[in-house]
């Protein structure tokens, strides 16, 4: 079916182009230019696909005619689009987790074994723990800060338990008390981070599901997530040291 485009703007005095449209179903902009087709400056491009085009525009065309919306437009993603996100990423993926609960985590079997014997057991095959085993034995880094209450809940017990278990395909995995982290003023939200450059937050629902995966790609919003990244890396501890703490206080 044929896009439904409506002109946006051009700053050309002669033949229209370079120019600026908006597609009307999907809200994407298409923008009309000079292609870019020298195999040395497609080289130079960041995350430039096989199947994609690249086009020289005239920087005023985008500050005169492109979307100036005042509030950002959320850019919501299906759960496979989230899934890749873990297979593609170059060298960092970074979770902050703070919530109470999950209710993925209270539905899975591994979740009630550890309610009945104190012990989670562990499927080194699921598809999750291949895939960051593969990312780890690369290079690349992938790790968590999870926020803790005191006394834990159920499924943060859960998850310190089962905190081994990430880390034996190459996880970093630590932990703050909720106390420190709202002390140190830490966002309370549920988000991934890859590669300081591309955020993905997690909507849940007041039962604790998942909504839906909203991605931020906006500079100075995902700054702002990487500062609560660098500060809450700072201040937790790995977690069987906090296992230790844990254990202290029961």
């Not at 100036?68 to 170059?90: A, I, Q, S, Y």
Request: hydrophobic share 40%.
């Amino acid at each position: 079916m044929a896009r439904q485009l409506r002109f946006t703007g051009t700053d050309s005095k002669v033949d229209g182009c370079p120019a600026l449209h908006a597609d009307e179903g999907t809200g994407e902009i298409i923008v009309q230019g000079t292609p870019v087709t020298d195999p040395e400056d497609l080289d130079q491009l960041q995350h430039f696909g096989p199947n994609e085009a690249a086009v020289a525009v005239p920087r005023e065309l985008l500050v005169n005619w492109g979307p100036k919306e005042m509030e950002r437009v959320p850019e919501l993603v299906d759960r496979g689009t989230f899934r890749r996100l873990f297979e593609n990423f170059k060298h960092t993926a970074w979770r902050l987790e703070t919530r109470r609960g999950y209710a993925s985590d209270r539905q899975d079997p591994d979740f009630q074994a550890f309610l009945a014997t104190g012990s989670s057991p562990c499927d080194p095959n699921e598809p999750w723990f291949v895939n960051i085993r593969a990312r780890t034995n690369a290079g690349k880094t992938v790790s968590r800060v999870r926020i803790t209450d005191n006394p834990p809940t159920k499924e943060q017990l859960f998850l310190l338990d089962y905190a081994r278990h990430n880390a034996s395909v190459g996880e970093d995995i630590r932990y703050m008390w909720r106390e420190d982290a709202d002390r140190g003023a830490l966002p309370a939200e549920d988000f991934w981070i890859f590669d300081s450059r591309l955020v993905a937050l997690l909507h849940f629902d007041d039962e604790d599901n998942l909504l839906n995966i909203e991605l931020v790609t906006e500079p100075a919003e995902v700054v702002r997530y990487a500062v609560a990244r660098d500060a809450a890396m700072y201040d937790a501890l790995p977690f069987d040291q906090f296992a230790a703490q844990v254990c202290a206080t029961e």
